[in-house]
């Protein structure tokens, strides 16, 4: 059974920070794994997805990298401001088919202090 | 529409009550999910429709939920006689499907359910 785990589960961090967050799922057949924000009171946003073949991606201050063979994943962001302050949730997809559920794992809580 | 909604926003219910929650999906969009988050967790998984088909019910918790899509557009997640632990926040998403395959799910904002 496919579990996504992610540390820490909350960080505080001073505004102009580089900061690394990670994720961290046992099986490692997966098809892709997705990185997303969710505000309070809000859905999820998309922000990056890595196909199983691709190693990092990459959106503005962003970088997602993936290593599956480890089964470990990176959500990288370049000069933290007090509007990335969120949950941040990975997950997998295990297979390419027309329907996969995706696993989530329970998320980071990020605050960044101006 | 311009993104997936869900109605209502908040729930607040009597132990026993039974609740309806509304997902309106964007329009076009195949495949249809409803997830449960509980507080301080990532999303679950409830169940899947492809149109109006109930492809997988697998992650209800108990008969005492149910969820329909009768059209193939707008979808009801329906809480029989609720408990204290159905408190959470409920999730649709929608995607399209691109050559059999699902594409990137687009999530409304949530319903959150509070049962007293």
């Known amino acids: 059974k496919q579990e996504v785990t992610q540390i820490p589960a909350a960080l505080s961090v001073p505004e102009g920070e580089n900061l690394v967050l990670n994720c961290s799922f046992t099986?490692?057949?997966?098809?892709?794994l997705q990185w997303f924000r969710q505000d309070p009171g809000k859905g999820l946003t998309s922000l990056l997805l890595?196909?199983?073949?691709?190693r990092e991606q990459t959106s503005g201050r962003l970088n997602a990298s993936l290593d599956k063979s480890s089964g470990r994943s990176t959500l990288y962001i370049a000069a933290s401001q007090p509007g990335d302050s969120a949950t941040y949730l990975c997950?997998?997809?295990?297979?390419?088919?027309?329907?996969?559920?995706?696993?989530f794992g329970p998320g980071t809580s990020l605050s960044v202090i101006p | 529409g311009a993104g997936v909604s869900q109605s209502p926003r908040y729930k607040v219910a009597k132990r026993g009550q039974d609740v309806a929650l509304r997902c309106d999906p964007i329009s076009g969009h195949v495949s249809l999910f409803w997830y449960q988050q509980a507080l301080g967790q990532g999303p679950e998984f409830l169940t899947y429709f492809q149109n109006e088909a109930q492809l997988d019910k697998s992650g209800l918790p108990s008969d005492r939920f149910f969820a329909e899509r009768p059209e193939g557009s707008v979808s009801t997640l329906k809480i029989q006689r609720t408990q204290q632990e159905d408190s959470a926040v409920y999730l649709c998403a929608s995607s399209r499907i691109i050559a059999g395959y699902t594409d990137t799910q687009y999530f409304g904002p949530g319903t959150r359910l509070t049962v007293l």
């Open positions: 099986d490692s057949a997966i098809y892709n």
């Open positions: 997950a997998v997809r295990r297979k390419k088919t027309s329907y996969d559920k995706v696993i």
């Open positions: 890595i196909q199983s073949s691709q």
